[in-house]
């Protein structure tokens, strides 16, 4: 063998090894990543929007004191059980009788008045007629002046009655005006219920609330039979909730108990909207009413309470966990794609959109970015509407590695975490 074949055939070898050891070396180098695995699979799906509030009864009054006094008794406690029609307080009454005394008094002087225009004026009619026959008879005893000036009498005195017709009127409702304010000095339950707020003490002045409802409120019964939690729900969440949606009701009161509720009011203007200098970078809510359909007894207007609202149900739908779903830029597609997430704007490179998918993880333990389409969002998972089949392996986790994956990835399949152990028994 010639020299130059010997370095022929060692370079070749030197050229086979030096491969073999770069391809050994970047396999080697090709770490795959830890992440957590899961099936798609059917699942049943239940949709909802959660809210804050208060618990308030569906009616109750705040009664109000139209006229100013002493309180000279109070009749009921905080937490008392009233029916319709019973006593509950007396403004001191005396100026008050007074008054009524006064506009009696100024009555009986406005119908003496009118009788006396009255009589005044049948004497005056009876003259002018009187000296009406007479003219007939003998115009020569009555003369035009005369007939004239009685009947002016009459004319005057037939004016007069009619005024003080109406000075009685005026009287009369005078007096009634007065009984009227008396009465308000005596104030009975307008309705039945409990008084969940008493604000006022006896001896203290009650005033009109003209200009300031609460400062003339002196207590308050509400109908807590009928109970509601009311809650302020996001503008993004409200027009997904329709009347009649059920609820789970949970009052901070009651830790260990649910309560079950139903949609029967949904405000249409906003609460941001009603309130006075409202920017428009503050948050947009509205009230939603849910009535409490099993309350408890010891419930009290103002809990706390947190509702949990079904909007949509789904029964074996294929899903996906919802931290599975990423979004992924610049993304080739075709022009109909129905992937692409509604709302969406096209990117500056032209035929390409941010779109929304998973990792599907192959039999080499490769992974590969899939739009999908997916509808209503569980509490872990998401509708899968299209893109998907059951069965297919797909990466669920975690958020950091989900983010980070790229097509063509190697994963491989964390360890289940070890359930903590148990203290042993002494």
């Not at 919802?322 to 830029?329: F, G, H, M, N, S």
């Amino acid at each position: 063998m010639s020299k130059k074949a010997k370095w022929m055939i060692v370079g070749a070898v030197v050229i086979a090894g030096g491969a073999f050891f770069a391809t050994t070396a970047a396999r080697r180098g090709e770490k795959p990543t830890e992440v957590r695995i899961e099936a798609v699979d059917s699942r049943d799906l239940v949709a909802s929007v959660t809210a804050s509030g208060q618990v308030q009864p569906r009616t109750k009054v705040d009664v109000a004191a139209d006229i100013s006094g002493r309180i000279v008794r109070l009749a009921v406690k905080e937490g008392q059980m009233v029916k319709r029609g019973d006593f509950l307080l007396q403004i001191d009454p005396e100026q008050y009788e007074a008054a009524v005394q006064r506009a009696e008094a100024a009555l009986s002087s406005a119908k003496a008045g009118a009788a006396q225009a009255r009589a005044n004026f049948l004497q005056a009619k009876r003259s002018y007629d009187r000296n009406v026959e007479i003219r007939k008879t003998n115009p020569q005893l009555v003369s035009d002046a005369e007939l004239e000036q009685t009947r002016t009498q009459m004319e005057v005195n037939q004016a007069l009655l009619e005024a003080s017709d109406h000075n009685v009127e005026q009287s009369n409702a005078s007096v009634r005006d007065a009984k009227n304010s008396l009465g308000k000095t005596t104030i009975l339950a307008p309705m039945s219920g409990r008084i969940t707020r008493l604000v006022v003490e006896q001896g203290e002045t009650a005033v009109p609330g003209t200009f300031n409802k609460d400062a003339a409120t002196l207590l308050t019964i509400s109908d807590m039979s009928v109970l509601e939690t009311i809650v302020k729900v996001d503008e993004t969440d409200v027009a997904r909730i329709a009347l009649g949606d059920s609820s789970v009701v949970q009052i901070d009161a009651f830790p260990d108990t649910t309560f079950i509720g139903k949609v029967v009011e949904i405000s249409h203007s906003s609460v941001r909207g009603a309130a006075a200098g409202a920017t428009t970078e503050q948050a947009v809510d509205y009230e939603v009413r849910i009535q409490l359909l099993n309350p408890p007894v010891d419930t009290r207007p103002d809990f706390s309470a947190t509702a949990k609202v079904v909007t949509d149900v789904r029964s074996k739908a294929l899903s996906i966990p919802i931290i599975a779903l990423t979004v992924r830029e610049n993304e080739e597609l075709s022009g109909a794609d129905s992937a692409v997430r509604v709302g969406t704007t096209p990117t500056k490179e032209v035929g390409k959109r941010d779109v929304e998918g998973v990792f599907v993880v192959g039999t080499d333990n490769k992974v590969t970015f899939r739009p999908v389409k997916v509808g209503i969002a569980g509490d872990r998972y998401f509708e899968v509407l299209s893109g998907l089949q059951s069965g297919e392996r797909i990466v669920g986790g975690t958020y950091q590695a989900i983010r980070e994956l790229k097509d063509g990835a190697l994963v491989k399949e964390a360890a289940a975490p070890t359930p903590p152990a148990k203290d042993a028994k002494s």
